[in-house]
């Protein structure tokens, strides 16, 4: 079975924090994607990337900074934490298939 | 702009018929879709999927229907079962293995 491993379920930063959210999986992906996932917008993709060291923004980057220094870990780093990132997160990954395989999420509260 | 639109929020189905969950995209580049369902608290898990060289796949109770040049595919759940209540995520790519995803439907199947 894949599995994907998200740090922690649930975390609350302040306002203004350097946030780290990390992100395992144990099948020698090579793609991993990081997402979150707000009420009535569905899933956004925030960055992916396709091998080590190399990444694309996704749709919605702008706060957001990621790093890929081992194959099976992607880290998405929210510079300064700002209330309008309260959202849950989700990371994924993938191989060859276009499917892709989920985290069980990191809800994030920003106070 | 939304590429892939799921312009129903929510359905509700009596246990045993039939659920219908609607998708539709914009980009005539994509050519792979896939449904996602997704319980509260969870990532999304992968539940099936269809080529564009396809019109139909069928996985047990589940069957996925592509009309391409409607560019609108759907989901079929046959019977409809109390466990299937869940958030369901359409999500569409163009072999980039980045995907978007639709708003979702939320899914309640009353028994």
């Known amino acids: 079975d894949v599995k994907v491993t998200q740090s922690s379920r649930y975390l609350v930063k302040r306002t203004g924090e350097k946030v780290f959210l990390e992100c395992v999986q144990d099948m020698d992906h090579e793609n991993m994607f990081w997402y979150r996932q707000d009420p009535g917008l569905g899933l956004r993709l925030i960055y992916f990337s396709y091998d080590v060291k190399m990444k694309e923004k996704g749709d919605i980057p702008e706060g957001y900074s990621v790093s890929r220094e081992k194959k099976e870990r992607f880290s998405l780093i929210l510079e300064s934490a700002s209330t309008n990132q309260t959202s849950m997160y989700l990371c994924?990954?993938?191989?060859?298939?276009?499917?892709?395989?989920f985290g069980q999420g990191t809800r994030l509260t920003v106070v | 702009d939304q590429q892939v639109k799921q312009n129903s929020p929510s359905l509700s189905v009596q246990e045993g018929r039939i659920s219908i969950l609607n998708c539709d995209y914009t980009?005539?580049?994509?050519?792979?879709f896939l449904w996602y369902k997704k319980y509260p608290a969870e990532g999304p898990t992968f539940l099936i999927s269809?080529?564009?060289?396809?019109d139909k796949n069928e996985d047990g109770r589940f069957t996925v229907f592509l009309n391409k040049s409607a560019k609108h595919l759907s989901l079929h759940i046959v019977p409809s079962q109390p466990g299937d209540s869940a958030v369901y995520f359409c999500?569409?790519?163009?072999?980039?293995?980045?995907?978007?995803f639709g708003t979702g439907t939320r899914l309640k199947v009353l028994a």
């Open positions: 269809i080529s564009s060289i396809k």
């Open positions: 999500a569409a790519t163009s072999g980039t293995y980045k995907y978007i």
């Open positions: 994924a990954s993938s191989y060859r298939d276009p499917e892709a395989f």
């Open positions: 980009n005539s580049m994509f050519d792979y």
